[in-house]
């Protein structure tokens, strides 16, 4: 992926850019540590902390402009978790384009707002007032995301949520990720209930689990690099990667990317959310490298 700004990405102040031709904006924390945000989807599609390198997976065959899904970084799932519902897939905030509120350097920090609006076309599909407010933020070695749902309308609304994180790996046949021992989860190759009794290792095939409430903190860990992985809000966590058969008919991903991600979502999905009018919700995922 390469930006079409005259200055290098490492270089570019907190503000509005372009990424790959497309509209978005970028993070910079006074201690160098970086982020880009599209605003379509309201997509973070890359996070280098300080001193540091490229933690999220990108497809480089994905589309990134008009309104298909990005394939890599956090694609944002509302209202609909995958077809759980008569939603397209995932819901429809990934498909949008969102208005970018704010983009500010406080403190340590780099942080930029955007939000999306109920409009005629959410309205014709799920006929409910909300707001979506997305926050990111970076320090030094940490990224915040935070998905906030306003509930703007004069009836009840339910819904599911999660952030879809794709973190890069090097190998992720040689990843672990640590802490989901103990937990019930849904195994959705398998279309079973299972328990988890070992860290999740050694992926060579397809691999889509929901995790039911989750432990608030995990690792992915691999050969010099940890990574902890903090939820909060967020009951559930799915853990994906389309092993190599998936992989290779997936139209938007090169068929041996495989191994260089794996998906660990901060997801509300078993018991969807229901606000009444005016409340409000928020759920947050951070990603901390560690030494
Ligand atoms: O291809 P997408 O619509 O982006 O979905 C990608 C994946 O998302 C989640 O992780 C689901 O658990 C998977 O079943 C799904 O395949």
């Not at 102040?13 to 989807?41: E, I, K, M, W, Y």
């Not at 490229?54 to 589309?63: C, H």
């Not at 407010?133 to 309308?153: F, P, Y």
Request: charged share 20%.
């Amino acid at each position: 992926m390469s930006d079409d700004t005259a200055l290098p990405r490492a270089s570019q102040p907190t503000g509005a850019c372009l990424f790959d031709g497309q509209p978005a904006v970028h993070l910079r924390s006074p201690a160098g540590a970086q982020a880009t945000v599209l605003l379509h989807g309201a997509h973070v599609v890359s996070w280098i902390p300080a001193l540091g390198e490229e933690q999220l997976y990108l497809s480089p065959t994905s589309a990134l402009g008009g309104t298909a899904a990005v394939r890599g970084g956090v694609p944002v799932i509302f209202p609909q978790f995958n077809q759980q519902g008569p939603l397209p897939k995932h819901g429809f905030a990934r498909n949008r384009a969102w208005a970018l509120q704010e983009a500010t350097v406080r403190g340590e920090h780099a942080f930029a707002v955007l939000r999306l609006d109920a409009d005629e076309a959410t309205r014709a599909i799920w006929p409910h007032g909300f707001a979506l407010e997305m926050t990111v933020s970076v320090d030094a070695r940490r990224l915040e995301m935070e998905l906030a749902v306003i509930n703007t309308g004069d009836s009840t609304i339910d819904f599911q949520a999660a952030l879809h994180t794709y973190l890069r790996c090097g190998d992720v046949g040689r990843a672990q990720l640590e802490g989901l021992q103990g937990i019930n989860y849904q195994d959705a190759v398998l279309d079973q209930p299972r328990q988890q009794w070992v860290d999740v290792v050694t992926i060579a095939q397809e691999l889509d689990r929901i995790y039911w409430e989750a432990p608030r903190e995990l690792l992915l860990r691999e050969a010099g690099r940890k990574v902890r992985i903090i939820a909060s809000q967020f009951e559930d966590t799915v853990v994906w990667n389309p092993g190599p058969e998936k992989c290779a008919s997936l139209p938007d991903m090169p068929d041996e990317d495989w191994p260089q991600m794996l998906c660990v979502e901060a997801a509300q999905i078993g018991n969807p959310v229901r606000l009444s009018p005016g409340e409000e919700w928020a759920g947050m995922q951070t990603l901390v490298v560690e030494d």
